[in-house]
């Protein structure tokens, strides 16, 4: 882990009257630099359900200068579903262009040794409300319902004078993808625009606080969750508790799809792929060895993607990392 601590060159939050309020744009540039290197702190905090403590003094105000002072940092966690390590350039990869999270992990705390114990979405997520992992808070597979008895994170936030937000994708109610999700299920996140769970990126549904009736994002809707986030930021900044916001985007998960803008700017076979995309051999041997048995509604979907996988020439591969490329740089 290296740690690296510089003086701010711009504060997270813009105030309103300035000439550069907060924005999609720079919402990675200056909404959320310095509220994720508190979270450290925090995974303490809610294992030991102890008062929440900043993770460093000074650095990177959280605040406007005119907003009240709080005995605790303000929060914004950001989590796209699916992105690995390996697209950051941060991280080498000189295809993809990603300096706000590259800022990020000059300033903040960059992990070059870590791994998930559970990479699969609804178990991951419970681990990251519960401060558990699976065999202690039950959430084994997808589609789950969370209910552990386990005090999760937002409600610990509550405890400690926070308000909670939430917006993008959920996955950890399990009473079915488009249902709605009573406020005595959302594990202590009070403001929602949220949706169990879709891969549906353009013009998703999503149900709005308390609305029983399913409401739709206008555009590509991490853009349009974004600018909630970013509304949130905006409202609760001059509040007198501090708050914590999660932001859930679905995508780089597949179906690898995006705003063409952002799509035209790596053309399929210009790609440079991993030097394991071509080791046929190895990939055939785990193929053939594997021995899961799969439900019967899973197997077309199998056999499709084995198709793609195993072409020569990886034209699917490549035209999946189109789609995975330009949704990271959508991102940062």
């Not at 697209?87 to 903040?108: F, H, M, W």
């Not at 039950?138 to 939430?166: R, V, W």
């Not at 076979?269 to 991993?274: P, T, V």
Request: glycine residues 6%; charged residues 25%.
């Amino acid at each position: 882990m290296k740690t690296t601590k510089q003086k701010s060159r711009t504060p997270l939050l813009q105030n309103s009257n300035a000439p550069n309020p907060l924005s999609r744009r720079n919402f990675l540039k200056t909404g959320a630099v310095g509220m994720l290197g508190v979270l450290s702190g925090l995974a303490f905090a809610v294992k030991k359900e102890i008062p929440l403590t900043p993770f460093r003094k000074g650095g990177l105000n959280p605040t406007p200068a005119s907003a009240k002072t709080h005995k605790h940092p303000n929060i914004v966690f950001i989590f796209p579903d699916q992105m690995r390590s390996m697209v950051l350039s941060c991280y080498g990869n000189d295809q993809v262009k990603t300096p706000n999270i590259d800022r990020l992990a000059k300033e903040g705390v960059k992990f070059t040794h870590a791994c998930s114990t559970y990479p699969v979405c609804s178990p991951f997520r419970a681990m990251l409300m519960t401060g558990n992992q699976p065999c202690n808070n039950g959430m084994m597979i997808n589609d789950h319902y969370l209910n552990s008895g386990q005090k999760p994170f937002a409600e610990i936030c509550k405890q400690n004078g926070y308000d909670t937000g939430y917006v993008g994708k959920w996955h950890l109610d399990g009473h079915g993808r488009k249902s709605y999700i009573p406020p005595e299920r959302r594990l202590g996140f009070d403001w929602w625009k949220t949706l169990e769970c879709t891969h549906e990126y353009f013009k998703s549904d999503y149900f709005n606080q308390n609305d029983k009736k399913l409401s739709k994002w206008q555009n590509f809707d991490s853009i349009d969750q974004t600018d909630a986030a970013c509304e949130y930021i905006k409202n609760h900044s001059k509040n007198k508790n501090p708050f914590c916001l999660f932001v859930s985007w679905g995508p780089p998960h597949d179906p690898y799809i995006a705003p063409k803008q952002y799509m035209d700017r790596f053309p399929p076979e210009k790609i440079k792929l991993r030097e394991n995309v071509n080791d046929f051999k190895a990939a055939e041997k785990m193929w053939n060895e594997c021995n899961t048995k799969l439900p019967e509604k899973y197997k077309p979907i199998r056999k499709m993607y084995l198709k793609s996988l195993k072409e020569k020439n990886n034209n699917s591969i490549r035209k999946w990392y189109q789609g995975y490329y330009a949704d990271t740089i959508f991102f940062s």
